[in-house]
């Protein structure tokens, strides 16, 4: 049940704090990470998104970008996702065609099959709901109270596969993505935290949710900087518990509200 | 993290499957193609007159379907900034010669046959135009023209020296594992239409298969080509699923190393029900069971 009055005016709103923590994949360099992440929370309702491009595809960072951009400047539910995404794919080809027109037979030929996405966008009503909206297998984590809450849309590690559903950058049958885009929503309190993170991410802090001993649990994000992410990812990369990919959590932390929190 | 709990976090720690290493740029996997081009490989595929089709030669078929799966290797490397080299691809033919079929320039020879797919993707022996079927977004299909690279043309030319051919292989894998002792190990694709007439295949298959990189040893899988109308035996656990009266049937089954973990679930994902005895073969295989085992056989597992 929501702390908060059913509609309470914007500047009654608890502040809303966003860390983006992001380490590309061992091996690579930072301008090949190709995940994606942003927020706007200046003005209610806060959204952020993050996304995660398909390796196995050309001007994927790009195709990420626009997503989550695009994703976060409207509502976030599936009907303004499957109107929008024809605008977004525009974009990705108003930026790409003259480009691929002028490179080698392999760009080309990856260009014209489009670029590949995963998305999940998320939104924090001022009425108490939250909404979330996703393509594929990046993951909400719902934290209250130093435990997890609910997760969405995989919930146990065993859940993701190698073939989650995609948003494409070349246009597609509607059907397609209207089948592969899910919503949900629920309920959030002052004091909450929210993660979304890529799916190499999602899998390891659900399996480390899984393992009672293990040395991380999903609730530590809420505090870590970005050096103490680095460094979490490194150790489990060289431990294995951690696929090679590019890592990315977005933390959002409802704040307790400004008086309550002077003498913090 | 405090020592008793990175202790604990190592006692979880699950030893690593063989065929599990990660493809990277640091640590690429090979793909080694052996190509029968003996005389036989003229003729079309067994029951293609029968059906009416326009039957071109099992080496024209053959040629086809591994130019187009070079460049779908390539197409899965290719960055906007370049080719990424996950992969060192070769290819030998045997027929009238035993010969590597792709030849690094003199300004790049790893010297063990086997190219960076940079390499490859850009020195093409030419370009063809083709015209393409794409989705047109609405439900239905336009058409495009694309590019379509040819490494190598059809040949095919007196007998069929496999056993030299799996030995100028092994020499590759050879010298290759020694520069890449941790990667995935390289795959070796041979096919064939007819039995070896150069000696015992199966004893150069086996020392082909006893080198190993530090994921696990060489994997060699066979694709024989249809001469007859049978239905192909694809991906078969046990000699039973062989024709009982056919001894290099057994041979070609012995020489084919089981599927890995990886390679099972692609072939699950492709309807097949396989097991943990599942052999990388297929026997009287039809141009289709061709382009789809060459589909499984050559995705090792993501890359990185």
């Known amino acids: 049940m929501s702390m908060l009055p059913a509609d309470p005016a914007p500047d009654e709103q608890p502040p809303v704090q966003v860390r983006v923590l992001a380490v590309p994949k061992g091996g690579a360099s930072a301008d090949e990470y190709e995940d994606a992440a942003t927020a706007q929370v200046d003005t209610w309702p806060v959204r952020t998104a993050v996304a995660d491009g398909a390796t196995e595809s050309v001007f994927a960072r790009e195709w990420a970008n626009l997503l989550v951009e695009g994703v976060t400047d409207g509502p976030i539910t599936p009907t303004a996702l499957v109107n929008e995404l024809p605008t977004w794919q525009a974009a990705w080809a108003a930026r790409r065609d003259e480009q691929a027109a002028a490179a080698p037979w392999y760009v080309q030929a990856k260009a014209e099959e489009g670029a590949f996405a995963t998305l999940l966008g998320f939104e924090l009503c001022a009425d108490g709901q939250w909404r979330a909206v996703g393509v594929g297998d990046c993951v909400l984590l719902h934290l209250r109270d130093g435990g997890i809450r609910g997760t969405w849309p995989v919930e146990t590690p065993e859940d993701f596969t190698n073939r989650p559903a995609l948003l494409p950058s070349r246009p597609r049958s509607d059907a397609l993505v209207q089948n592969a885009c899910r919503a949900t929503t629920g309920e959030w309190q002052v004091g909450d935290g929210f993660l979304l993170a890529t799916d190499a991410v999602a899998a390891w802090l659900l399996r480390s949710q899984e393992r009672s001993k293990s040395p991380v649990a999903p609730a530590d994000a809420r505090t870590w900087s970005l050096e103490d992410f680095r460094n979490a990812v490194a150790t489990a990369r060289s431990e294995g518990t951690l696929h090679n990919d590019d890592s990315t959590l977005l933390v959002l932390e409802i704040a307790a509200p400004l008086d309550d929190s002077a003498s913090a | 993290m405090p020592l008793p709990c990175r202790l604990l976090s190592l006692l979880f720690l699950e030893p690593r499957m063989p065929y599990s290493a990660e493809i990277s740029r640091q640590q690429p996997t090979a793909i080694l193609f052996l190509l029968d081009q ?107 023209r694309v590019k379509r690279p040819i490494w190598f043309d059809p040949r095919a030319k007196n007998g ?145």
């Open chain 2, 160 to 304: 069929t020296p496999m056993c030299q051919a799996l030995d100028l292989a092994a020499q590759s894998v050879r010298d290759w594992i020694d520069q890449h002792p941790h990667s995935f190990p390289p795959i070796v694709v041979n096919v064939t239409d007819g039995e070896a007439t150069d000696g015992d295949p199966l004893r150069y298959a086996q020392e082909l298969r006893s080198f190993a990189t530090d994921d696990g040893e060489v994997l060699l899988f066979n694709v024989h080509l249809s001469e007859s109308e049978e239905t192909p035996v694809e991906l078969p656990s046990s000699p039973s699923e062989l024709p009982s009266d056919d001894e290099y049937a057994e041979v070609l089954f012995q020489m084919s190393s089981r599927l890995p973990f990886s390679m099972r679930s692609a072939a699950e994902q492709e309807g097949y029900s396989v097991t943990l005895d599942t052999r990388g073969f297929v026997f009287n295989a039809d141009p289709v069971s061709l382009v789809t085992f060459l589909e499984i056989g050559t995705r090792p597992s993501n890359l990185r």
């Open chain 2, 38 to 144: 003996s005389a036989s490989m003229q003729e079309p595929f067994g029951g293609a007159e029968q059906t009416g089709d326009a039957a071109p030669s099992r080496a024209r078929v053959l040629a086809d379907t591994v130019n187009d799966l070079l460049q779908n290797l390539v197409l899965r490397c290719a960055k906007e900034e370049g080719v990424r080299d996950y992969f060192h691809v070769g290819v030998i033919g045997y027929g009238q010669r035993v010969q590597q079929l792709i030849q690094p320039t003199e300004e790049y020879d790893p010297g063990t046959g086997l190219v960076p797919i940079s390499h490859l993707a850009d020195r093409p022996q030419r370009m063809e135009q083709r015209v393409k079927e794409v989705d047109d977004g609405d439900g239905g299909t336009t058409e495009t």
